[in-house]
RNA sequence: CGGGAUGUGGCGCAGUUUGGCUAGCGCACCUGCUUUGGGAGCAGGGGGUCGGGAGUUCAAAUCUCCCCAUCCCGACCA
């Protein structure tokens, strides 16, 4: 490649609203355009890395015995309706109708399509299969943002496998991990599993692997001693005892005019410290008034109360609503005596008795409430959200809290979409038993936005040479016969030896060509001008250290390639 | 969807408050000369009708109304 002949349109400045680092390096280097919000057209460069994420997922897939589809992205309604999903996935899903009026669907995901191909499978003998596909998403996501990171067209890496049981679906789950594992450090990722909710996608288990940085959106619970780590939509700790008092009355109603906050009714007279409430929070689920408690001093947590009741949307109810449920506008809400609506509560509520709480009318509380005897909990599940600083579950060091993007997530689905497309198989009694299905998801435009995320300093990127959109870089200083034929004669031998390497060949000023380089983040530049030349040695340029040393003509081909191999695989 | 902001050549911006000459600057681009190891200098040149529509006015980038798009925060999101 002659970087002449090239489109690689390299910018003085990044366009004033590309706030992550990753886009507004992206776009800076000629990697992406964007063409509209949440879609960006690949530039040759960023076709290159994108690329290359791509191939590295596809070849840790192949090493663990996948085999890889092509399936499609437009779908029928049918196929969406026949698990249910039509309905449940909401606006995320793109949908149109074809010329004859029928559904249709742009794929935000493949459970359905590949259930659908796995209806043929027949034996147990057939079992296990582990099947994936590098294919187009459409998801209609609310806000694109940051890039690469968040669009609503990307490629994603997505494998499904089959199993005859849990043993089975196990077995490849936990070799998921191990291949994810082994892609991000390929792809220079410091990813961390963590346990996460399943969200939408059904099943019961689930690991996404997260990696730290600014631009990320999810919260993610780490211990800092051990290996614990989970997101805070499913992540928990360990709080200490707290002794209560008995309650032997019942609970007394005591006066709080303008009362309206957990932390104003800790002040008052006659009030509570806040882990001494009851927070009660009324949501709508599924179109069902449900009252939500949880202590004073914690945070309920909306994936944790969707999860632990199965539903499809929660949200808080309007003040109105609240008024309507209880008779009292928020900040006066309680749980005591009601019977008409359902409850859930937090488990660190059970047992704790001698508490306070709204009396469900405004400017006035209760308090010696004993949450067993006086609330009729029809629920107790892990509703709050963990907070930093609170103990490991598994080892008591405080826990830390770290933003992060989810670079992968890996599911356990069970027989959520076998049993909904029929996919079973004989076993060896000749009983048809349902296929145990996972799924497993990279973002490769996403990997390919965290890596730059991830690698880069005042100058640009530094793409780990896995990556990189070249290897090398062979800079001409002076378009002059000898310069050329002396760079043209590495470069040849570079690309003998199989490195991925451009010549930068442009009439370009050496500033413009190193600054270049630079930005776009190539990991080594090999300089030639008549100053080396005359030496009889070459400059070679480590990118991310940016340390440049000589090294005699004759052995830098063989050097440098030998050095970029034994950084290729990461 | 709620809140905030912004739309002026490819990129970055000024001009809008207080309507008024031919819409301006830097970068990038083209030509020439000089220069040539860290984003060159000089001279010349090309490209925008000011997000879109309607309106007010002798006159609109600038004022009014409607719409659209993009970005940020939040909600939401495998």
Not at 219 to 243: M, Q
């Amino acid at each position: 490649m002659r970087w002449s002949n090239l489109f690689i349109p390299t910018l003085r400045d990044a366009p004033a609203t590309a706030e992550a680092a990753s886009h507004a390096l992206l776009v800076k280097g000629g990697f992406i355009r964007q063409l509209h919000a949440g879609h960006y057209s690949l530039l040759p460069l960023g076709l290159r890395v994108h690329t290359k994420v791509a191939n590295i997922v596809r070849e840790e897939m192949d090493a663990m015995g996948a085999q890889e589809f092509l399936l499609p992205t437009m779908h029928p309604a049918d196929v969406w309706k026949k698990s249910g999903r039509w309905d449940t996935m909401g606006e995320i899903m793109f949908r149109l109708t074809d010329r004859r009026d029928n559904e249709l669907a742009l794929g935000i995901t493949h459970e359905e399509i590949f259930a659908s191909v796995a209806g043929e499978l027949s034996s147990y003998k057939e079992l296990p299969q582990l099947w994936y596909h590098i294919q187009t998403k459409f998801r209609d996501e609310a806000r694109p943002k940051s890039g690469l990171l968040r669009v609503r067209e990307f490629a994603m890496k997505d494998s499904y496998s089959f199993d005859i049981d849990q043993n089975g679906l196990d077995a490849q789950f936990d070799a998921h991990a191990v291949a994810y594992a082994r892609i991000f450090e390929r792809l220079g990722l410091p990813a961390i599993p963590v346990e996460a909710s399943s969200g939408a996608m059904g099943g019961n288990d689930s690991v996404e692997f997260m990696v730290p940085c600014a631009a990320g959106e999810d919260d993610v619970i780490v211990c800092p001693s051990c290996d614990y780590a989970g997101n805070v939509e499913k992540a928990t700790s360990t709080l200490p005892l707290i002794e209560d008092e008995p309650t032997t009355t019942d609970p007394k109603k005591f006066p709080t005019p303008g009362v309206r906050t957990i932390a104003a009714l800790t002040e008052i007279e006659g009030g509570a410290p806040a882990d001494r409430q009851i927070k009660t929070m009324v949501m709508v689920i599924d179109d069902q008034v449900t009252l939500a408690l949880v202590r004073g001093d914690h945070q309920l947590n909306l994936q944790k109360l969707t999860d632990a009741t199965g539903a499809i949307d929660v949200r808080p109810a309007t003040p109105e609503e609240a008024k309507a449920s209880l008779g009292a506008m928020p900040g006066s809400l309680g749980a005591v005596g009601v019977t008409d609506i359902a409850i859930i509560a937090d488990e660190a509520l059970r047992g704790r008795t001698n508490m306070t709480t709204g009396a469900n009318e405004d400017d006035w509380h209760l308090c010696g409430v004993n949450i067993g005897r006086d609330i009729s909990v029809q629920e107790w599940a892990d509703l709050r959200e963990v907070a930093a600083g609170e103990a490991c579950p598994e080892c008591g060091s405080p826990l830390e809290m770290v933003r992060c993007v989810e670079a992968g997530h890996i599911f356990k689905l069970g027989t959520v979409y076998a049993d909904a497309f029929d996919v079973a198989v004989a076993d060896e009694k000749g009983q048809n038993q349902p296929v145990v299905m996972g799924s497993y998801g990279i973002g490769i435009g996403r990997n390919m936005a965290t890596v730059a995320e991830t690698h880069y300093d005042e100058d640009g990127l530094v793409w780990p040479v896995s990556v990189a959109p070249f290897e090398a870089v062979v800079t001409v200083l002076k378009l002059d016969e000898p310069t050329l034929a002396a760079a043209e004669a590495i470069y040849d031998g570079l690309r003998r030896k199989g490195v991925d390497v451009v010549l930068d060949d442009r009439d370009a000023r050496a500033g413009i060509k190193f600054a270049d380089a630079e930005l776009i983040g190539i990991p080594y530049r090999v300089t030639v001008g008549p100053r080396s030349l005359a030496d009889g040695e070459i400059e070679l340029t480590n990118r991310a250290t940016g340390e440049t040393k000589k090294i005699a003509t004759e052995l830098l081909v063989d050097s440098l390639a030998d050095t970029i191999d034994s950084q290729r695989r990461g």
